[in-house]
């Protein structure tokens, strides 16, 4: 009976040892979590209106019920107190909606409350056909299918997809990386049907956003990824609504696509030219292209430098982007993203068009261990704060485009 009531007694300790080590360690995440909770704690988010209204877009009485296309779906957050004069307007990227701007996957504030808090009117889009701007498969054509592995490669966990030099020095990511996680989960669950035709999103966008532009007056456009091919089809159109643009990473490299195709040679290039060499929709340069005319291009021989891909420039002399050369433009790239071996060649390209454009590399300024998806990282705040830092000079410095027409 002994024997027995003391191996009742270890057992009962034993599990009550492990009933407390579960209780410490459930404190300790309720601990971290609160910590986290508490660094980004900022008070109250004081509005003076939200809301939400759609631009552009028209009923197509030849399609099947009549549906309305072409229209774009915006939010927005007005501050109680608006200290800056233009309105940030975010555009998302492939398969992601406004939702990449207005949150994390952990739950933090995003990119948008940010912006806000700092006197920033804030207008949050879902592209053309893609989230709550209504997808129509008979008017836009193809979707592409679900692509689990591209995210895990290029978002979430490039370290474990070495495919590009820099994918091992990502660690930014708010969780495990991995499917089953709740961060995975919830942004996994966030991504959005898509048009499978990347020129097709080319033509419909721009002028849903043109359209947002006219209604709201000169504004800062922030764009990442896939909408940089659409940024500059807006800034050349209405060099008067874009006062500067906030270049997160976007899509590129300019003229032709590149491939990550792992070591040892790491890149290779596509084989056909973009129609304006940083798309597919015609920019005005000057001189201006003739009647079936289309601008010539050139291969550095050398890369920049180790890890980095040749960039396509125009042959010299170049033509210049004559609407977009009074814009500020700055692009901002993070240490880890399959961006790092060729943004820099969408900055020289620019430059070389006659574009104003600053470079921020976020590893620069002491900002590492970023991906592509740098809004939903755990250091997302720290980036917000080199960009409005950015837009506050810029603002500060009376630049940032045409004089516009526009009202707030």
């Known amino acids: 009976m002994q024997d027995m009531t003391e191996s009742f007694n270890a057992t009962t300790m034993r599990a009550g040892l492990r009933a407390a080590a579960v209780a410490a360690m459930a404190g300790l995440l309720a601990a971290s979590a609160a910590q986290a909770q508490q660094k980004q704690q900022r008070g109250p988010l004081v509005l003076k209106s939200a ?81 709550r701007s209504a997808h129509w498969n008979e008017y836009y054509g193809a979707v592409q299918s679900s692509r689990l592995n591209q995210v895990e490669e290029r978002f979430v966990a490039p370290e474990r997809f ?66 940089g091919a659409f940024a500059w089809p807006v800034a050349d159109k209405r060099p008067d609504l874009v006062k500067m643009i906030v270049a997160v990473e976007p ?13 040892p040679e790491w890149f290779k290039d596509g084989t056909r030219d973009k129609l304006s060499g940083l798309g597919e929709v015609p920019l005005n340069y000057d001189p201006p292209l003739s009647d079936g005319e289309r601008l010539s291009f050139v291969r550095q021989e050398k ?22 050369a009074g814009i500020p433009v700055v692009v901002v790239m993070s240490e880890a993203s399959y961006h790092a071996p060729y943004d820099h060649c969408t900055v020289a390209y620019l430059r070389q068009a006659g574009v104003p ?25 720290d980036i917000a704060r080199v960009m409005e830092e950015w837009t506050a000079r810029q603002i500060a410095a009376g630049r940032g485009g045409r004089k516009g027409k526009g009202k707030q």
């Open 303 to 324: 890369a920049d430098g180790p890890d980095l891909a040749n960039c396509w420039l125009q042959k010299e002399p170049a033509r210049k982007l004559r609407n977009l």
């Open 251 to 263: 899509n590129g490299p300019p003229v032709r696509e590149l491939q990550m195709v792992g070591a």
């Open 51 to 131: 809301s939400y209204f759609y631009v552009g877009g028209k009923i197509d009485t030849k399609g099947k019920g009549s549906p309305i296309v072409g229209h774009m779906y915006v939010e927005y957050m007005i501050p109680q107190r608006l200290r800056s004069p233009y309105p940030v307007v975010m555009v998302h990227g492939g398969n992601q909606t406004g939702t990449n701007f207005t949150g994390t996957p952990d739950g933090r504030e995003g990119w948008a409350q940010y912006f806000v808090r700092r006197g920033y009117a804030v207008y949050i889009v879902d592209q053309v056909a893609r989230g």
């Open 162 to 227: 070495p495919v590009w030099p820099q994918a091992k020095l990502h660690t930014q990511w708010p969780g495990t990386g991995k499917p089953g996680d709740v961060t995975f989960d919830q942004f996994y669950a966030a991504q959005a049907v898509s048009i499978a035709s990347f020129p097709k999103q080319q033509e419909i966008n721009p002028p849903a956003i043109v359209a947002l532009l006219e209604k709201i007056g000169p504004s800062i456009l922030m764009i990442h990824s896939q909408s």
């Open 357 to 381: 454009t600053d470079f921020i590399r976020l590893a620069d300024v002491g900002i590492r261990g970023n991906g592509h998806m740098m809004m939903l990282e755990k250091n997302s705040d």
